[in-house]
């Protein structure tokens, strides 16, 4: 079954607490994108990777981190340093050099 | 000013309406330009990419205007399933890879 893959689906933490989000995809694209979506406004990119062991900040970094080990998985930790962490994540993908992006199903975190 | 504005809505529509949405962007140096939907609670799925001839797919057409700095999306013969969020997407001037998202223009359609 091809395409971009994330888990889990809802996610519940406490505060404190650190939480990883995965995202994969078998499409053989090379760039990979995190973005946060809150209620009522537009996406925000969070950090963005364009080949594997390299990966830039987007626009709200602070409190994330990720990692580019393999082509098809780019994880997200939201770290305990992330002052407001309950939002919607959504992973996407694309060409290296193409402009248009795909995403996955995203994951809802919600922190209690 | 944000990067990308889109009026927020929502546009209420009868079946069979015709809708137009527009869409501001500040950054003069675009180089390309999408729109996207979002239906509650999932993922943005591409619409689709606005040329600067212009272009259409079916019951949408995708306009841009580059001196005006806006693109405009209509949809003809509206349909119940294409109550949704729309959104509009244009990329950074020095980066292809970062594109910039508007907060996206409800749409509802009644029967």
């Known amino acids: 079954d091809g395409g971009i893959t994330q888990s889990p689906k809802y996610l519940f933490r406490k505060e404190g607490q650190n939480v990883t989000l995965s995202c994969e995809q078998n499409?053989?694209?090379?760039?990979m994108y995190w973005y946060r979506q809150d209620p009522g406004q537009g996406l925000r990119l969070i950090y963005y990777s364009q080949i594997v062991n390299d990966f830039q900040k987007g626009d709200i970094a602070e409190g994330y981190s990720v990692s580019r080990e393999k082509k098809e998985s780019f994880p997200l930790t939201v770290t305990s340093a992330q002052k407001n962490p309950t939002a919607f994540y959504l992973c996407a993908i694309s060409w290296t050099g193409g402009d248009e992006q795909f995403f996955g199903p995203g994951t809802r975190l919600t922190v209690l | 000013r944000k990067e990308v504005e889109q009026d927020p809505g929502p546009f209420n529509v009868p079946e069979g309406a015709t809708v137009a949405f527009n869409c501001t962007y500040s950054?003069?140096?675009?180089?390309?330009f999408f729109w996207y939907r979002q239906d509650c609670r999932k993922e943005p799925k591409l619409l689709m990419s606005v040329y600067s001839s212009g272009n259409e797919d079916g019951r949408f057409t995708a306009q841009l205007n580059r001196a005006s700095q806006y693109i405009s999306l209509l949809i003809r013969d509206s349909k119940l399933s294409d109550s949704a969020t729309y959104l509009c997407?244009?990329?950074?001037?020095?980066?292809?890879?970062?594109?910039?998202f508007g907060s996206g223009t409800r749409l509802l359609v009644r029967p």
């Open positions: 997407v244009v990329s950074e001037m020095d980066s292809s890879y970062k594109l910039i």
């Open positions: 499409l053989n694209h090379d760039a």
């Open positions: 950054n003069s140096a675009s180089q390309s």
